[in-house]
């Protein structure tokens, strides 16, 4: 069993810029893809980046040049550094566990989530 919990969400100007923090506990971190997505008021949730256990990384269109996922296997932590935050990119933000398949970043675990905020 994982267990995901972030931290480091906020309220933010536009333009501006948040890491966000997952701490990872259990079993498969080492070998595993890891990803964040998010969820807006009122919309589907959504892909925002993945990375795999050799630091591969992908991205939603949406957020390319701006956001950056990386791992950290010594503490065990995912970040997702943002920046030029935009208010669209308002959200619950979520850490997730998951693998690859056929290509794409399938989700197997959640965290509870965090809120940013971009303010206008």
Known sequence: QVQLVE??????QTGGSL??????SGR???????????QAPEKQREFVAAI????????????????????????????LQMNSLKPEDTAVYYC??????????????????TQVTVSS
């Open 7 to 12: 931290s480091g969400g906020g309220l933010v």
């Open 19 to 24: 890491r966000l923090s997952c701490a990872v």
């Open 28 to 38: 498969g971190y080492s070998i595993n893809a890891m990803g964040w997505y998010r």
């Open 52 to 79: 795999t256990a050799a630091r591969s990384t992908n991205y939603a269109d949406s957020v390319k040049g701006r956001f950056t996922i990386s791992r950290d296997y010594a503490e065990n932590i995912l970040y």
């Open 96 to 113: 997730t566990q998951g693998l690859y398949s056929g290509g794409t970043y399938v989700p197997q675990s959640w965290g509870q989530g």
